[in-house]
C-alpha cells in the first residue's frame, strides 16, 4: 500500500474502517504537534474522514505550549508537579483565556473551515465538567474531575456535530478551575463508554528507552504497564496520561492508544490492523 497516495490510502482505509460505524472514539489531542499548523490540519482531516465514515468522534484539547507562551508574556514561570500544572489565580485567567478562547476557537474554526461541523466547549458550558478541587484554598485553582454532565455532548454527537472541548472545570460556587486534559479525556471516555481512548501526542507511544524510538512498546496489558511505572520507565508528563488510561480501560473503555501526531494519516492508521503508529493498552 502507497501511503503517499493520499486518495488511494483513503479508499484503502474506508474500505477496512466501514465496520465501525457507530463506534465512539474520544481523541485526547496535545503536545507539541498542536503548535504545527500542517499537523493540526490533518489531525482535522483525519477526525472528519473518520466522522463521516459514521464514527461519533470527540475532542479534548490540552495546549500546554500556548499556556507557557502566554506565561512567559507575562514574566510567570511555569510550575509542575508530577506532571500537572500548578495554577494560581492568575495563571487561571491565563489558562481560561488560552484554551476556551484561543485554543479551542482556533480548532473550531479549522474543523469547520473543512466542513466539520465543531462545537467548541469548556465545563462551563451546560455545567458539563463539574470540578473537584483538589486543594480548598481559593488560589490554587487546580482540580481533578468531580462530575460530567453528557447530555450537551450526547445531544451533539447524535446530530453529527464534533464536540471540541477544552479542559476547563467549574466548581459549584461558579470558579473556573484547570484540569489535566488527560484526566479530562479519561473521565468523559470512562462516562461515554467509548469503544476507542486515543491519546494524540508528539512521543512515538511509551518507549522502553526514552531516547530511542525502536524500543517502542506496541502492545502492552494494565498490569504491564503498572509495572513500568513501577519501575520508572513511566514518569514526568506522560504519568498522568497512562493512568487516566488505565482508570478508563477499568471503567468500560475498551482499548486504548497512544499514538505519535506526527506521522501522517496517524488518526486513520491506528484503526488499520496490523499497522502500528503507537502504543495500544488492552486486556
Given amino acids: 500500500m502507497n501511503y503517499s497516495d493520499n486518495t488511494t490510502f483513503l479508499d484503502y482505509a474506508k474500505s477496512l474502517i466501514q465496520q465501525l460505524k457507530y463506534k465512539t472514539v474520544l481523541v485526547k489531542y496535545g503536545g507539541a504537534a498542536m503548535k504545527d499548523e500542517k499537523l493540526t490540519i490533518q489531525m482535522v482531516k483525519n477526525l472528519i474522514f473518520l466522522n463521516d465514515l459514521g464514527l461519533r468522534c470527540i475532542v479534548v484539547h490540552g495546549g500546554g505550549p500556548n499556556i507557557n507562551d502566554w506565561l512567559q508574556k507575562f514574566s510567570i514561570k511555569p510550575q509542575f508537579k508530577n506532571g500537572i500544572r500548578i495554577t494560581d489565580s492568575i495563571t487561571m485567567e491565563i489558562v481560561q483565556m488560552v484554551l476556551a478562547g484561543q485554543v479551542n476557537k482556533t480548532l473550531v474554526t479549522i474543523f469547520n473551515k473543512y466542513n466539520g461541523n465543531a462545537v467548541g466547549l469548556s465545563g462551563h458550558d451546560s455545567n458539563l465538567i463539574i470540578a473537584d478541587p483538589i486543594d480548598k484554598q481559593d488560589n490554587n485553582r487546580v482540580a481533578n474531575v468531580g462530575s460530567i454532565d453528557l447530555r450537551i455532548i450526547n445531544l451533539l454527537i447524535n446530530n453529527n456535530y464534533i464536540p471540541i472541548i477544552a479542559p476547563i ?115
Avoid: W
Fill in 169 to 283: 472545570g467549574v466548581s459549584k460556587q461558579g470558579l473556573s478551575y484547570n484540569i489535566n486534559a488527560d484526566l479530562v479525556a479519561g473521565a468523559l471516555a470512562e462516562k461515554l463508554k467509548v469503544d476507542v481512548l486515543i491519546i494524540l501526542t508528539d512521543t512515538p507511544g511509551i518507549l522502553k528507552d526514552h531516547q530511542n524510538k525502536a524500543t517502542l512498546y506496541e502492545n502492552l496489558t494494565p498490569m504491564e504497564v503498572c509495572k513500568l511505572i513501577e519501575d520508572g520507565i513511566i514518569f514526568g508528563g506522560m504519568l498522568p496520561k497512562v493512568k487516566s488510561c488505565l482508570h478508563a480501560l477499568d471503567n468500560g473503555v475498551k482499548v486504548v492508544k497512544i499514538i505519535d501526531g506526527r506521522i501522517d494519516n496517524s488518526l486513520i492508521l491506528s484503526f488499520i490492523e496490523n499497522t502500528q503508529v503507537g502504543t495500544s493498552i488492552l486486556y
